[in-house]
């Protein structure tokens, strides 16, 4: 063997141990073990359900909105419960019912779906009983009351009856505010067509000749005639995405609910993922909006058990309504 030759041996020799050391190197930051796809997928899941856990976890919040107006003489404090859709909050609805006792409300409003189409109406009920004879209370219609049949629709309304609270449904009523007070209106659902109409179940508005929400407009409309600028007035209403026809016909204040915060949120940077008749990333998906001179505040609402999809960092909320003259 030629002195050439032995030395590409040696190189090759020394290539080959080196490339060994670096692989025993590796093998033992490992721990000798290396993980399968299929570990490292499962613990991805797990951090991942780690980490947005506390977002499904929420429990009840109460958000409060102050609204200052020269012609409040006074104040009242507002309760606004909707979307509750009969879930639970606790015995006999206790969790709900405390929340709203450490607030002290002068009154307690239902925006709409306080009921629902599909569960029963007892928790509903057990809350009407906690609050009956304490709070004055007023409700207007959302669209699952109205989707129920109307047997179903009859038996809510008698139970509203029943505990003293008192329906707006295209009337309005006032509230005192000390040594004044404020004009309380409440407008139906659109969707109050399928109560109104002569069938038991739902109908096809396309086919029966219905325009829900022309027809809503027009109703609110009727409201401006009742409607005077000495006045502060405000709008009870289910939907807010109705908000144009709310600030046509003039009022100061509306309340709504609905769009249940879009389901999904991601603080500071989604205001909720979807609304029912808003699509995605909905503009009215829950908080305060101003156009022109009239305020609308859209509560995220209290339902959990009757939605599809889980909330997320989106809990559900008692909205609490400060109302005070510009002095106070
Ligand atoms: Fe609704």
Redesign the pocket.
């Known amino acids: 063997m030629d002195l050439e030759n032995m030395a590409k041996r040696e190189e090759i020799k020394t290539i080959k141990e080196e490339n060994s050391e670096q692989e025993n190197g590796k093998k033992g930051k490992h721990n000798g073990k290396k993980l399968s796809g299929r570990a490292k997928f499962w613990i991805i899941i797990l951090l991942l359900f780690v980490i947005t856990l506390p977002g499904f976890l929420l429990g009840l919040t109460v958000r409060t909105y102050e609204i200052k107006d020269e012609r409040i003489r006074g104040s009242l404090r507002i309760a606004l419960v909707t979307?509750l859709h009969s879930c639970k909050y606790g015995e006999g609805q206790k969790k709900l019912l405390s929340a709203i006792e450490k607030q002290h409300p002068d009154v307690i409003l239902l925006g709409?779906?306080f009921f629902d189409d599909k569960l029963s109406d007892v928790r509903a009920e057990e809350f009407l009983a906690g609050i009956s004879g304490k709070y004055p209370c007023y409700y207007v219609t959302?669209?699952?009351e109205c989707w129920a049949n109307k047997e179903k629709f009859g038996t809510q309304m008698n139970i509203l009856k029943k505990y003293g609270v008192i329906r707006l449904a295209g009337d309005s009523v006032l509230l005192q505010t000390g040594s004044g007070t404020v004009r309380l209106c409440g407008a139906d659902d659109p969707d109050i067509l399928f109560v109104r109409s002569v069938d038991t179940e739902r109908v096809n508005y396309e086919a029966e000749g219905f325009k829900p929400f022309q027809d809503a407009a027009t109703e609110l409309a009727e409201f401006a005639k009742e409607i005077s600028d000495d006045e502060f007035t405000i709008l009870l209403s289910?939907r807010p995405e109705m908000i144009d026809a709310y600030e046509k016909a003039g009022f100061d204040l509306v309340l709504a609910?609905?769009a249940h915060g879009g389901q999904i949120r991601i603080p500071w940077l989604v205001n909720g993922l979807y609304a029912?008749n808003q699509g995605l990333f909905p503009k009215y998906a829950g908080g305060r909006y101003e156009k022109n001179d009239m305020t609308m505040i859209v509560s995220r609402g209290l339902a959990k058990e009757s939605t599809k999809f889980p909330r997320f960092c989106n809990p559900p909320e008692l909205v609490i309504i400060d109302l005070a003259g510009e002095d106070n």
């Open positions: 979307d709409g779906d959302g669209n699952h289910h609910g609905h029912p």
